[in-house]
């Protein structure tokens, strides 16, 4: 509001809120113990082929954070992301930066990406071809991915004409890398965006497949309430509509950073790897605060 704008303005925020702050209490929910667990639970009797789970790390700090500060922070060291934020007050806020387009319509013309599988990034040039290699090559990631695809050429296909994939790539981020695939389909009828939405959200990027058996098992078993994150976030008008997926975000209280990481888990899933792959995805927040590594 132009209110919480003028407050800004007015006060201002510390440049770098994250060197001396200090971290009273970090906690994550699911614990690595929970977290084996309901890798397990989810195919032991079930029809899920991929499901999406998420974690929830909380970092309890002795001063207040500033969430602009964070944002600043964030846009200095992250990349080929889009920077995010809902600042309700000075005490709250959302914000990320997300890799993950949902969509961006312009008329009639639509854009999205299928984005899946994970690697981190390599120390040395060397390295990080070696794993952006590896990640192309991975039974496992490639299966993950291919159900993300799967799902957008089987949704569009049936509203869109001329639907173009483009070749799958690798797209990196700060931190981590993923396969990547652009679509591009012109729709066939006009469409509302809220009628999109609701086909499209949530992909098996963040939900899983089946949809409605992914859905349910998170219901069920997922130990906490996602909120904001990994919804479809952006601008809505008749003529242009961006919207990205709110992944790679944290929620701002007072003096607590909540952290939102997801991880595809398939049958080949290893807890472990799923797990530091979490610790990758919330390193360029985490460390915002100089309080993990």
């Not at 309901?38 to 082929?49: D, M, N, Q, V």
């Not at 806020?93 to 390599?122: C, D, H, I, N």
């Not at 690798?170 to 939405?197: M, R, W």
């Not at 242009?240 to 909540?258: H, Q």
């Amino acid at each position: 509001s132009p209110e919480e704008a003028a407050f800004y303005l007015q006060e201002g925020c510390p440049q770098t809120p994250y060197e001396d702050n200090i971290l009273l209490q970090c906690d994550d929910l699911p614990n690595k113990r929970q977290w084996h667990s309901l890798i397990k639970k989810a195919f032991e009797s079930t029809s899920l082929k991929k499901v999406v789970l998420a974690r929830m790390t909380s970092l309890r700090f002795k001063d207040m954070l500033h969430p602009l500060s964070l944002l600043t922070y964030l846009d200095t060291r992250t990349l080929n992301s889009t920077l995010f934020a809902y600042i309700p007050s000075k005490e709250k806020a959302f914000l990320g930066a997300s890799p993950e387009l949902f969509y961006k319509r312009q008329g009639s013309t639509l854009s999205t990406a299928a984005v899946a599988g994970t690697r981190k990034r390599g120390t040395s040039q060397q390295e990080d071809a070696f794993l952006e290699n590896e990640l192309l090559h991975s039974e496992k990631d490639l299966e993950e991915f291919a159900f993300v695809v799967r799902f957008f050429e089987e949704t569009l296909s049936s509203g869109c004409t001329r639907l173009h994939p483009s070749a799958t790539m690798v797209k990196k981020t700060s931190t981590v890398q993923h396969l990547y695939k652009p679509f591009e389909a012109l729709l066939k009828y006009p469409f509302q965006d809220e009628a999109l939405i609701s086909v499209l959200h949530p992909t098996p990027a963040v939900g899983g497949t089946p949809r409605k058996e992914a859905l349910q098992f998170l219901q069920e078993s997922e130990p906490f309430y996602r909120g904001y994150y990994a919804a479809p976030l952006g601008w809505v008008s008749s003529s242009i509509t961006e919207l990205i997926v709110a992944i790679r975000s944290s929620l701002v209280l007072n003096n607590t950073l909540t952290l939102f990481a997801g991880a595809g888990i398939t049958k080949a899933s290893d807890p472990e790897k799923e797990w530091e792959e979490l610790n990758h995805k919330i390193k360029p927040l985490s460390t915002a605060y100089a309080c993990l590594s």
